[in-house]
């Protein structure tokens, strides 16, 4: 029987959540022999550009998704908050694993204090996120933003050169990679309201592929599926990509959902936020 080849960018962050579902799939299967394929995408390549301007998130995922419809793998593993609202014809989000912390945190250096209000007036931020820049100069108009791209360790490393004061990194990559001690602060969903679809892992298939869905949908977590539903439809309403601050957030309470969304100009001036419930269904 032929492996089941799973595609991964070569990041840290993307090998732990390649190599979690490989294991999880090899318990689920453990007559398929399951193998990763590292793929570099343009996300990976077009380092020292703002992604708003060399094409937006979907640059972490497009070489992935033209591996899986050329069938040179069977199943692509994302983070779900790289993922464009729309899927390219063919193509499948068939698993949503349970989720991890979707909450916002900064970095600070070792000894600073962890606030966001003890950084000093004009304090250099570190994120490439328009919805974590807009939330924050929001609450303090006189940070200086200075675009910061990268893998996890490049970023704190540059934390630690004291090119910037702090950073923003999403809480869940920092856990995955055993450094959840580092976050000086991690941010309520209503102080920052979190990237659609952060913390969720996204498993996609061919569409036509019945065989690798029928093992991947078992990784499913109905929870997971029905928020980040609801986020991406949020998202797809809005038509908004990474040129525009959105942030979208459900939650589960029983039989309702819950979610809250903000849209927001880019220097904070103008936050808007609103939310809704309703029956899951």
Known sequence: M???????RGSPLALWQANWVQARLRELAPDRAVEIEIIKTSGDKFLDAPLARVGGKGLFVKEIEDALLERRIDLAVHSLKDVPAELPPGLMLTAYPEREDPRDAMVVPEGASPSLEALARGARMGTTSLRRQSQLLAKRPDLEIVPLRGNVGTRLD??????????????????RLGLGERAGYVFGVDELVPAVGQGVLAIETRSDDDATRAVVERLDVPASRAAVTAERAFLLTLE???LVPVGGYATLEGERLRLRGIIASPDGGLLIRREASGPIS
Do not use: T
């Open 2 to 8: 032929n492996p089941l080849r799973i595609g991964s």
């Open 158 to 175: 540059k934390l630690a050169r004291g090119e910037v004061d702090a950073i923003m990194l999403a809480h869940a990559g920092l856990r």
């Open 240 to 242: 908004a990509g990474c």
